[in-house]
């Protein structure tokens, strides 16, 4: 990729970028070159076609129903509030949201978190990440990234000028994997991805795809690693709330020696299940904070005022029904797993296998024993998850997401029998899924 | 790794490869230090006149006339819009990246008859957090290392930080006053067409203009704006159009935007804002508009940096556009409206700071005026000499008269600052102390506005 990169300006230059009416518009490139492979996007393709298709969609993950009542009201107060609900507030958060998030998680860290210098309100936990990579990754620089992974984080790393290096959880014990528990990181293999150029790993726990809630042992595992390197590690946990079985969400920022060195990532989408507020933030140590700001400041520079409101007013709730049975992060998991098993037993029921995730809104299927013939031409060059969800998507009317989009190009064909599904949808969203797949395996 | 980064490191050349050899000499203290560094993308970019001066008119005693954000209230439809979007369920979760279906399509409604052409909704338009995301998401998809922007100062300071992070070099040229005439309007400043011309060079990628102008006020004339295109035109360049207060253009004058003169359009990126045109400026909606060839690019940098925008704010925006698209070209229609209400609020405030025996620049347009503050002849030589006249003027102003302002030199380079440096800077969409007469205003501002009148305050 860094050759192409070299040569591209010098290629470009000798053919005109774009001919219209016989008149030249540039004659030299448009785009600049960080846009250069990144510009596919699986969410826009699948996205599209589920609504063409009008399919019933466990594919994007969101829900399909409301947030809480209390944050809604919170944020009906906040629009009917005084004008400056309007205006602008404080560049790096607004002071009523960093101060409820410092204080909800110095208690879950066990760290006293600065609600201004170690905290930073993003557009979703998407612009956390963007600033992270942008304020900390340079050119040449090298990032580790745990696959199966949240596919955004590959063009983000080249944008940032880095190097991406993958390292593959793997289902132990063969093929009969049944949980999201058994696909584990090998500390051998992921200690031979480190080079003197390895600036930083990123790690995503609750996994999206897998559902995989890294164990403290692991996480440890990769702390030790970070520590002897000295990494940066970029924590991605935005379903921090929604574990199941009685898994424990662990956070590595709270390991000996990790508070300095780690990003972590939160999302109120996620939290609140209201993923179009886009509100999200960055804790850390105030030095890496620092610099991020600066990226924050010279891109979008404030987020929206009123729902950083509402936000805070759903934490500082939150934070006085800790651990009880009405606090929303105790009911909206146990909500969640109810819709987990629903969904695991349907798909059972037509022979297909779930891996259960111990974690987050998703569960991948193995579609290995499904004999399908996936005869469109046009989806003839793909791979056969991708094929496999598109003809699902049009033969059967219903829409989820190859897994393979979550791998490296280096490792997709290993893992190309896979398709994902979003179980936190209406009841009746479920049951409309669990129709066709029943008529489906009738047909058979 | 990249090759050039293989080769140097194989003869050692490359600094970087000395922190690897040192590590093994160094203490882990210091490692850590040098594993932290920043991206050198950020260097030199942490300075932002804004993050100083909020702080310091933070007080709640003194009135922030510094800030360019609306204390009158927005449209009420606008608000219930908000509140009514975000009781639907579907509205509270994710929608279209580049723009929530209703949004682009009432964009494209307004801004296809505002540019007399189609604007396709899903091909020609992005929607992005605010005009400043917009030119973030322009600059990024755009503008690449190596390449020279022309901006034309006093331009709005995140300019050159975006084109220095983008790896760009920022290629300043000053409005200049007209020779031989007083600065008491913004009409009273152009653009040298010869100045400007030698500006561009063969790196030249893209000129940044932005009218109504901010801080000025300036709208550039059609025939001011066919120069500048005709240059882009010859030296086969783009150009960004900073239209945020393209709504806010006072009597006698007509924006003109540079999309729509010949051969513009396929070059061309215009950028619009919610918060200025509905006085919703925490709502951080704006969008891009151009031809499909370019919007692509900053599609790509939207779904590589925060994908999507919030859905609800999008939905109110897009119903506060319709109402007003029905409502265009009459008096009632929010876009002139809020024009008209602005420019009683520009004459008063002109009048007292007259009064004051500061010289105001009358704006045609926008919602901020620069003040020369020369004939006050206020000696600031107690504050050293480190900063600019204005910066100082400012700081003595809040902490003296209680009054909040924003140097004017914050918004040019190095080399124009002696020309600026007499001016401040103040917003004007503030409540006036006539409608504070018996309404729930904080009661400093009509105060000050009453104490500037009676000539308690004095300078």
């Known amino acids: 990729m860094g050759i192409i990169r070299i040569l591209a300006p010098y290629l470009t230059l000798l053919r005109p970028n774009l001919v219209q009416n016989h008149q030249l518009i540039m004659a030299r490139r448009l785009y600049a070159s960080r846009t250069i492979g990144v510009d596919k996007n699986v969410w826009v393709e699948f996205t599209q076609l589920a609504a063409d298709y009008k399919a019933v969609n466990l594919g994007q993950g969101f829900p399909d129903f409301s947030p809480p009542q209390f944050v809604q009201d919170a944020f009906c107060k906040a629009v009917s509030g005084g004008p400056q609900m309007h205006q602008y507030t404080r560049a790096f958060g607004h002071p009523r949201l960093v101060k409820s998030l410092a204080k909800f998680f110095s208690r879950v860290v066990g760290h006293e978190i600065d609600p201004f210098e170690d905290v930073l309100v993003t557009v979703g936990a998407y612009q956390a990440l963007f600033c992270a990579f942008q304020a900390l990754i340079d050119d040449g620089d090298e990032v580790i990234i745990v696959e199966p992974f949240f596919d955004c984080y590959q063009p983000m790393v080249l944008m940032a000028g880095g190097t991406a290096v993958y390292v593959p959880l793997r289902p132990k014990g063969g093929s009969s994997v049944l949980s999201s528990g058994d696909w584990v990181l090998s500390a ?26 890294y164990k403290v042992e692991e996480l440890q595992m990769i702390a030790d690693l970070c520590i002897k390197h000295d990494l940066l590690c ?110 695991a037993s349907c798909l059972r029921s037509v022979g297909l296998q779930p891996v259960m995730p111990e974690g987050g809104y998703f569960m991948i299927t193995d579609i290995s024993s499904v004999n399908v013939d996936l005869n469109d031409e046009s989806t003839k060059n793909e791979s056969y998850d991708f094929r496999f969800v598109k003809w699902l998507i049009k033969e059967k009317g219903l829409a989820t997401i190859p897994v393979s989009a979550f791998f490296s190009p280096e490792h997709s064909k290993e893992f190309d029998k896979y398709i994902r599904f979003c179980f936190v949808k209406e009841d009746s969203t479920l049951e409309a899924a669990e129709e066709i797949l029943r008529k489906w395996s009738q047909k058979e | 790794m990249s090759y050039t980064r293989r080769i140097l490191n194989a003869f050692g050349f490359t600094c970087r490869s000395f922190p690897t050899n040192c590590r093994r000499f160094c203490t882990s203290q210091s490692v850590m230090a040098s594993r932290h560094t920043h991206a050198k993308r950020i260097e030199g970019l942490d300075k932002n006149v804004w993050v100083a001066f909020t702080s310091l008119a933070a007080d709640p005693s003194i009135v922030n006339l510094g800030q360019g954000f609306p204390d009158i209230p927005p449209p009420s439809y606008v608000k219930d819009a908000l509140a009514k979007a975000a009781s639907v369920d579907r509205m509270n979760q994710y929608t279209r990246g580049f723009g929530h279906p209703s949004l682009v399509k009432a964009l494209s409604q307004v801004y296809g008859k505002v540019y007399s052409r189609q604007v396709d909704p899903l091909k020609e338009i992005l929607v992005t957090v605010g005009g400043y995301g917009s030119l973030f998401s322009t600059i990024q998809g755009l503008v690449d290392e190596g390449d020279e922007v022309i901006i034309v100062e006093p331009f709005f300071d995140c300019y050159v930080p975006m084109v220095r992070m983008a790896g760009a070099k920022p290629v300043l040229i000053p409005l200049r006053p007209k020779p031989g005439k007083k600065t008491v309007s913004s009409a009273d400043w152009y653009l040298d067409p010869d100045e400007l011309s030698a500006k561009f060079s063969s790196k030249t990628k893209a000129i940044i203009i932005n009218t109504p102008n901010n801080p000025i006020g300036k709208v550039f004339t059609r025939g001011e704006l066919q120069m500048i295109a005709d240059l882009c035109i010859k030296h086969d360049t783009l150009c960004f159009s900073d239209e945020v207060y393209e709504w806010l253009v006072y009597k006698g004058h007509q924006h003109v935007k540079i999309a729509t003169l010949p051969g513009m359009w396929d070059r061309t990126i215009t950028i619009g804002s919610a918060g200025k045109t509905f006085s919703v400026t925490g709502w951080k909606l704006g969008w891009s508009i151009g031809p499909e060839h370019l919007i692509k690019h900053l599609q790509t940098v939207m779904q590589n940096t925060l994908y999507t925008c919030p859905t609800p704010l999008q939905e109110a925006v897009a119903q506060g556009l319709l109402l007003n698209y029905k409502l265009m070209g009459q008096p009632d229609c929010y876009f002139s409206s809020l024009a008209e209400e602005l420019e009683g609020k520009r004459d008063h405030l002109a009048a007292i700071l007259q009064e004051a025996g500061m010289s105001p620049v009358v704006p045609e347009g926008g919602y901020f005026m620069l003040v020369d503050v020369t004939p006050l002849n206020q000696d600031l030589s107690h504050m050293g000499d480190d900063e600019a006249y204005d910066y100082k003027f400012v700081k003595w102003m809040i902490k003296e008269k209680k009054l909040a302002a924003i140097p004017v030199t914050a918004f040019v380079g190095e080399e124009s600052k002696e ?14 102390h006539k409608m504070s007469m018996g309404k729930n ?9 009453a104490a500037m009148e009676t000539n308690l305050i004095t300078f």
């Not at chain 1, 060195?261 to 509100?279: C, E, L, N, P, Q």
């Not at chain 2, 205003?441 to 506005?449: A, Y």
């Open chain 1, 188 to 213: 051998e293999e992921l200690a031979s991805k480190i080079t003197p150029r390895t600036k930083a790993i990123v790690i995503n726990t609750p996994n999206n795809p897998l559902g995989k809630v």
């Open chain 2, 441 to 449: 205003v904080p009661p400093f501002i009509s105060f000050w506005f």
């Open chain 1, 234 to 343: 970029f924590s991605d946990e935005v379903y921090e709330w929604l574990t199941y079985d009685g898994a424990k969400h662990v956070k590595i920022a709270s390991l000996p020696g990790m508070w300095e060195r780690t990003i972590t990532v939160g999302s109120a989408g996620k939290t609140f299940s209201a993923t179009g507020w886009k509100v999200g933030w960055a804790i850390s140590s105030g030095k890496l904070i620092k610099h991020m700001k600066i990226i924050h400041q010279n891109s979008v520079y404030h987020c929206a005022t009123a729902a950083q409101e509402a936000v805070s007013h759903g934490f500082d709730r939150e934070y006085e029904l800790f651990g009880t049975p009405e606090s929303y992060f105790q009911q909206l998991p146990a909500t969640l797993h109810q819709k987990r098993q629903k969904l």
């Open chain 2, 419 to 432: 020309q600026f440096e007499k001016y401040i800077r103040l917003c004007f969409i503030k409540v006036d």
